[in-house]
């Protein structure tokens, strides 16, 4: 069965293919791909209300994601290992791993497969609002 007639209709994310792969988009885009998911699973904790703000980390701003944070960052663009979303999104460690549990929420691999691939590729933080490249 061919699902092509279905990448239209999921924005332009990874879907799996006839042969049971999962495919990538050539492009990851931030408005289209990268947005959604911190929108959802980390803006909660680490959006703009300061309030409700941990560990002084922002990450719905270009500055906030990409700030010193006393000798490491969030992001680092081009180096998920050297990116602290990187290590908690896929730490395995009840204290480490984000979100917490305790929020009731939780990342797909196929979500931390974007963040990881959208670093590799430079972290693009683009809100013009065009789509990203399959």
Known sequence: MRLRWLLPLLGGLPVLGATGKESHPLSISFNDHVRPILSDKCYACHGPDPEDRA?????DTEEG?????????????GDPEESEIFWRIESKEEDEIMPPPDSHLSLSKQEKSIIKQWIE???????????GTL
């Open 121 to 131: 590729q430079g972290a693009n933080w683009d809100t013009s609002g065009k789509s």
């Open 65 to 77: 994601a990409f700030a010193d944070l006393g000798g490491y960052r969030a992001i680092t663009p």
């Open 55 to 59: 560990a002084d980390l922002r990450l």
